[in-house]
C-alpha cells in the first residue's frame, strides 16, 4: 500500500460516488434493508477495496488475500456494491438484493455467495471469528505473515459481550496481523448508542484491553488509509480503528437520524437522494480538487 | 366442539394484524394488572412490540442494549427478588442466542421468567436465513419447567401475554412479524395447555393439528379439502407444551390420521411432540408441514412459506395423501 496522491483521492471519492448511488437504488428495489450504516461506511469500504486489501476479484481464493469479516451483517448493501463495483460480480446482479433467490442475502450467506468470508447478521460474533484467522494465519505463517485480517463492527454491536471476550483474546496474543474497524456513527435501533448503552470512554476501554487504538474521521480518505499503515505497522499489538462516521452520510434527510438505521428510501425519496447526492449537485465533486 | 371464531375469517377481506402486536398489547394490560410485570428489551423496543409498555410503564422498562445473554440472566435476578420479568428481542437471539442462559438461570430455578421470542419462522422475510427461528420451539419445549405457548393471531397473543403473566412457570411465547389474518374473537376462549377445535367437516378422515401462524393456511386447506370431499378436523395447538394429550388423542382416535403444520423445523417442533404423544398412547399414521432441514433465506413471506412447503396447497396434498 503506498501513501495517497491527490488523483488517487479524487479517484476514491467518485468511486464512493457510485457506490453510495448503487446503495440508494438497491435499497429502494429491495423495499426493505439498512440506509445508515452502508451510506456511513461507504468511504472506508471504497478505501478498501480500491486502495487498502490486498485481494483478487478475479481469484476470490486466492490465499495471499487478505480476510474481511464483516461483524456488523445488516450493512451488507455497502459490502455489496463496492464488491460489485471492484469486480466480484456484475453491478446489475445489486438489483436483486434481498429478493427471492438471490445470491444477495439480506444479510451475507456464505452459501449463497461463496465469496465472502464468512455469513453474518446475528451482531457480535464476527471478531471471535477474525481473531481465529488471525491465529491460524499466525500458526501457518509465523510473526512475518504478509496476510492481513480485518473486520469491521458497529458501535451498537459492542453492546454484545463476545465481542469483549475476543477483545481479551486478541490482546492476550498480541495478533497484530488483525485490525478491527469500528464505525463509530453514535446510533443503534432504539436510539443513540450513549443513551442507549454508553460506550465511552470507547478508546480506552480497548486500549485497556491490549489494543492500539486510532481515531479518525471515516470520511477522510487520507486519513483511512494512513491509519491502516500504522495499524499495520504495529508490531506487538492488535490494532483497532475507531472511525467516527455520519449514518446516512451524503443526503440530508438521512444523515444523523436513528430512524434510517434499518428502513429504505422510497421510490421517491430515492430519486431525492440520487439527486443530492453531493457531487451530483455539483458541489463538491471532491475535497481534494 | 368447534370454538367461536371470527365471522369473516372465511372473507378475503377478513382482518390482519401481527401477532406481536398482541403481545404489546397483552404486555400493558398484564403491567396495569400486577406491578411486579416488569419489561426489558435488546435495542428492539419498536420491533418487539414493548414500546406501549416502556411508554406507560418507564419505571418498570429496562433497555438492555444488544445483550440478550446477559438479559436472561438479569431477568432471572428479577424473578428471584418477586418480579415477573418479560424478556424480548428476536426469537432467533431469544431464546436462540441466550439458550443456556435460559436453561440454568431461568427453567433449572424455576423462576417466572417470560421469554417473547418475536420475528419468528421463515415469515420474516427478506432479512434472510440468520433472522429466520425455526428452531425456537425445539431449543425451548426441551428444557424442563418450560411453558411453550405458540398463538395463532394477534388476539390470542394477548390472552396469552395476560394468561402467562398470572403463572409461576418460564413461559416462552412465540411471536410473528407479518400481518396474518384474525381467527378467533374476544370470546375465544383461551387457556394455557388447551387445545381447541378451529373447524370440523363432517365425517373427518384426517386431523389437522396446528400451530402459530400457519393455523389460517390449516383451517383454509381444511375447508377447501371439505368441498373436494375430503374431510379433516382443524385442532389449534396455542400451547405446544404442556401439550394438551386428551385432546390430541382423542383427534387421533377420530380421526386415524394427523398432519401437523406448524412454521418451524420438522426435527424437534411441535408435530414432534404430538408423535411423541401419539407413538405411545395411540399410534397414528402421520405428516408433517414444516421446514425440512434446511435454513431460510430471503424473499416475501408468502414466496417462502410456499417454497418450504407450508402453504395451503402444500396441507392440502398431505390431507390427501393420507386420507
Ligand atoms: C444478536 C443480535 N441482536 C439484535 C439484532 C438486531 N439488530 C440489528 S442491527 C442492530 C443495531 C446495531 O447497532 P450498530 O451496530 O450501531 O449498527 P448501526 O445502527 O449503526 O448500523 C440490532 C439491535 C441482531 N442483528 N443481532
Ligand atoms: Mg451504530
Same mark, same amino acid.
Given at each position: 500500500?503506498?501513501?495517497?496522491?491527490?488523483?488517487?483521492?479524487?479517484?476514491?471519492?467518485?468511486?464512493?460516488?457510485?457506490?453510495?448511488?448503487?446503495?440508494?437504488?438497491?435499497?429502494?428495489?429491495?423495499?426493505?434493508?439498512?440506509?445508515?450504516?452502508?451510506?456511513?461506511?461507504?468511504?472506508?469500504?471504497?478505501?478498501?477495496?480500491?486502495?487498502?486489501?490486498?485481494?483478487?476479484?478475479?481469484?476470490?481464493?486466492?490465499?495471499?488475500?487478505?480476510?474481511?469479516?464483516?461483524?456488523?451483517?445488516?450493512?451488507?448493501?455497502?459490502?455489496?456494491?463496492?464488491?460489485?463495483?471492484?469486480?466480484?460480480?456484475?453491478?446489475?446482479?445489486?438489483?436483486?438484493?434481498?429478493?427471492?433467490?438471490?445470491?444477495?442475502?439480506?444479510?451475507?450467506?456464505?452459501?449463497?455467495?461463496?465469496? $465472502?468470508?464468512?455469513?453474518?447478521?446475528?451482531?457480535?460474533?464476527?471478531?471471535?471469528?477474525?481473531?481465529?484467522?488471525?491465529?491460524?494465519?499466525?500458526?501457518?505463517?509465523?510473526?512475518?505473515?504478509?496476510?492481513?485480517?480485518?473486520?469491521?463492527?458497529?458501535?451498537?454491536?459492542?453492546?454484545?459481550?463476545?465481542?469483549?471476550?475476543?477483545?481479551?483474546?486478541?490482546?492476550?496474543?498480541?495478533?497484530?496481523?488483525?485490525?478491527?474497524?469500528?464505525?463509530?456513527?453514535?446510533?443503534?435501533?432504539?436510539?443513540?448508542?450513549?443513551?442507549?448503552? %454508553?460506550?465511552? %470512554?470507547?478508546?480506552?476501554?480497548?486500549?485497556?484491553?491490549?489494543?492500539?487504538?486510532?481515531?479518525?474521521?471515516?470520511?477522510?480518505?487520507?486519513?483511512?488509509?494512513?491509519?491502516?499503515?500504522?495499524?499495520?505497522?504495529?508490531?506487538?499489538? %492488535?490494532?483497532?480503528?475507531?472511525?467516527?462516521?455520519?449514518?446516512?452520510?451524503?443526503?440530508?434527510?438521512?444523515?444523523?437520524?436513528?430512524?434510517?438505521?434499518?428502513?429504505?428510501?422510497?421510490?421517491?425519496?430515492?430519486?431525492?437522494?440520487?439527486?443530492?447526492?453531493?457531487? $451530483?449537485?455539483?458541489?463538491?465533486?471532491?475535497?481534494?480538487? | 366442539?368447534?370454538?367461536? *371464531?371470527?365471522?369473516?375469517?372465511?372473507?378475503?377481506?377478513?382482518?390482519?394484524?401481527?401477532?406481536?402486536?398482541?403481545?404489546?398489547?397483552?404486555?400493558?394490560?398484564?403491567?396495569?394488572?400486577?406491578? #411486579?410485570?416488569?419489561?426489558?428489551?435488546?435495542?428492539? =423496543?419498536?420491533?418487539?412490540?414493548?414500546?406501549?409498555?416502556?411508554?406507560?410503564?418507564?419505571?418498570?422498562?429496562?433497555?438492555?442494549?444488544?445483550?440478550?445473554?446477559?438479559?436472561?440472566?438479569?431477568?432471572?435476578?428479577?424473578? /428471584?427478588?418477586?418480579?415477573?420479568?418479560?424478556?424480548?428481542?428476536?426469537?432467533?437471539?431469544?431464546?436462540?442466542?441466550?439458550?443456556?442462559?435460559?436453561?440454568?438461570?431461568?427453567?433449572?430455578?424455576? #423462576?417466572?421468567?417470560?421469554? /417473547?421470542?418475536?420475528?419468528?419462522?421463515?415469515?420474516?422475510?427478506?432479512?434472510?436465513?440468520?433472522?429466520?427461528?425455526?428452531?425456537?420451539?425445539?431449543?425451548?419445549?426441551?428444557?424442563?419447567?418450560?411453558?411453550?405457548?405458540?398463538? @395463532?393471531?394477534?388476539?390470542?397473543?394477548?390472552?396469552?401475554?395476560?394468561?402467562?403473566?398470572?403463572?409461576?412457570?418460564?413461559?416462552?411465547?412465540?411471536?410473528?412479524?407479518?400481518?396474518?389474518?384474525?381467527?378467533? =374473537?374476544?370470546?375465544?376462549?383461551?387457556?394455557?395447555?388447551?387445545?381447541?377445535?378451529?373447524?370440523?367437516?363432517?365425517?373427518?378422515?384426517?386431523?389437522?393439528?396446528? @400451530? &402459530?401462524?400457519?393455523?389460517?393456511?390449516?383451517?383454509?386447506? &381444511?375447508?377447501?379439502?371439505?368441498?373436494?370431499?375430503?374431510?379433516?378436523?382443524?385442532?389449534?395447538? &396455542?400451547?405446544?407444551?404442556?401439550?394438551?394429550?386428551?385432546?390430541?388423542?382423542? *383427534?387421533?382416535?377420530?380421526?386415524?390420521?394427523?398432519?401437523?403444520?406448524?412454521?418451524?423445523?420438522?426435527?424437534?417442533?411441535? &408435530?414432534?411432540?404430538?408423535?411423541?404423544?401419539?407413538?405411545?398412547?395411540?399410534? =397414528?399414521?402421520?405428516?408433517?408441514?414444516?421446514?425440512?432441514?434446511?435454513?431460510?433465506?430471503?424473499?416475501?413471506?408468502?414466496? *417462502?412459506?410456499?417454497?418450504?412447503?407450508?402453504?395451503?396447497?402444500?396441507?392440502?396434498?398431505?390431507?390427501?395423501?393420507?386420507?
Amino acid at each position: 500500500m503506498t501513501h495517497l496522491h491527490d488523483d488517487k483521492i479524487k479517484l476514491l471519492e467518485e468511486k464512493a460516488l457510485e457506490i453510495r448511488k448503487s446503495i440508494i437504488e438497491a435499497l429502494v428495489e429491495a423495499k426493505s434493508g439498512h440506509t445508515a450504516g452502508p451510506l456511513g461506511m461507504t468511504d472506508i469500504f471504497t478505501a478498501f477495496y480500491f486502495h487498502i486489501l490486498k485481494h483478487d476479484p478475479k481469484n476470490p481464493t486466492w490465499e495471499e488475500r487478505d480476510r474481511v469479516v464483516l461483524s456488523n451483517g445488516h450493512i451488507c448493501p455497502v459490502l455489496y456494491a463496492t464488491m460489485a463495483h471492484a469486480g466480484y460480480f456484475p453491478v446489475e446482479e445489486l438489483k436483486t438484493l434481498r429478493k427471492f433467490g438471490t445470491r444477495l442475502q439480506g444479510h451475507p450467506h456464505r452459501e449463497y455467495l461463496p465469496m $465472502l468470508e464468512t455469513s453474518s447478521g446475528p451482531l457480535g460474533q464476527g471478531l471471535s471469528q477474525a481473531v481465529g484467522m488471525a491465529l491460524a494465519d499466525r500458526l501457518d505463517r509465523g510473526q512475518n505473515s504478509n496476510r492481513t485480517v480485518y473486520c469491521f463492527l458497529g458501535d451498537g454491536e459492542l453492546n454484545e459481550g463476545q465481542i469483549w471476550e475476543a477483545m481479551m483474546l486478541a490482546g492476550r496474543e498480541k495478533l497484530h496481523n488483525l485490525v478491527a474497524i469500528v464505525d463509530r456513527n453514535n446510533i443503534q435501533i432504539d436510539g443513540f448508542t450513549e443513551n442507549v448503552m %454508553p460506550l465511552e %470512554p470507547l478508546s480506552d476501554k480497548w486500549r485497556a484491553f491490549g489494543w492500539h487504538v486510532l481515531e479518525i474521521d471515516g470520511h477522510n480518505m487520507e486519513a483511512i488509509v494512513d491509519a491502516v499503515d500504522e495499524a499495520r505497522a504495529i508490531f506487538e499489538k %492488535p490494532s483497532v480503528i475507531i472511525a467516527h462516521t455520519i449514518p446516512g452520510k451524503g443526503v440530508e434527510m438521512f444523515e444523523n437520524d436513528y430512524k434510517w438505521h434499518g428502513n429504505p428510501p422510497n421510490q421517491e425519496q430515492g430519486a431525492n437522494a440520487l439527486a443530492e447526492l453531493r457531487t $451530483l449537485g455539483g458541489q463538491i465533486a471532491s475535497e481534494h480538487e | 366442539m368447534t370454538v367461536p *371464531l371470527n365471522p369473516k375469517l372465511f372473507d378475503t377481506d377478513v382482518e390482519q394484524a401481527p401477532i406481536r402486536a398482541g403481545f404489546g398489547e397483552g404486555l400493558v394490560l398484564a403491567g396495569r394488572a400486577d406491578e #411486579r410485570v416488569v419489561a426489558m428489551c435488546c435495542d428492539l =423496543t419498536e420491533s418487539t412490540k414493548m414500546d406501549a409498555f416502556a411508554k406507560e410503564f418507564p419505571k418498570r422498562f429496562f433497555e438492555m442494549g444488544i445483550m440478550e445473554q446477559s438479559s436472561a440472566s438479569v431477568a432471572s435476578g428479577m424473578a /428471584a427478588m418477586g418480579k415477573i420479568p418479560f424478556v424480548s428481542s428476536y426469537a432467533m437471539f431469544s431464546p436462540g442466542r441466550s439458550w443456556e442462559q435460559i436453561r440454568t438461570n431461568i427453567c433449572y430455578n424455576d #423462576r417466572p421468567v417470560k421469554i /417473547a421470542g418475536s420475528h419468528a419462522g421463515v415469515s420474516v422475510g427478506p432479512d434472510g436465513g440468520t433472522h429466520q427461528a425455526i428452531e425456537d420451539i425445539a431449543i425451548t419445549r426441551v428444557m424442563p419447567n418450560m411453558v411453550v405457548v405458540t398463538p @395463532c393471531d394477534s388476539i390470542e397473543a394477548k390472552k396469552a401475554t395476560l394468561a402467562m403473566a398470572k403463572t409461576n412457570s418460564p413461559t416462552y411465547i412465540r411471536l410473528a412479524r407479518e400481518k396474518t389474518p384474525i381467527i378467533t =374473537t374476544e370470546d375465544t376462549p383461551f387457556e394455557i395447555g388447551k387445545a381447541q377445535e378451529f373447524f370440523r367437516s363432517a365425517n373427518p378422515k384426517v386431523g389437522i393439528i396446528a @400451530c &402459530g401462524s400457519l393455523v389460517y393456511n390449516a383451517i383454509m386447506a &381444511g375447508k377447501e379439502l371439505e368441498a373436494e370431499g375430503t374431510g379433516t378436523i382443524v385442532l389449534n395447538i &396455542g400451547t405446544v407444551k404442556p401439550m394438551d394429550r386428551t385432546a390430541v388423542i382423542a *383427534l387421533a382416535k377420530e380421526c386415524g390420521a394427523i398432519v401437523t403444520v406448524e412454521e418451524h423445523q420438522v426435527a424437534g417442533g411441535m &408435530g414432534s411432540a404430538v408423535a411423541e404423544i401419539l407413538s405411545v398412547e395411540h399410534p =397414528t399414521k402421520m405428516a408433517f408441514i414444516g421446514v425440512q432441514d434446511l435454513f431460510g433465506q430471503s424473499g416475501t413471506p408468502l414466496e *417462502l412459506i410456499k417454497h418450504y412447503g407450508m402453504d395451503k396447497d402444500s396441507i392440502k396434498v398431505a390431507v390427501k395423501k393420507l386420507s
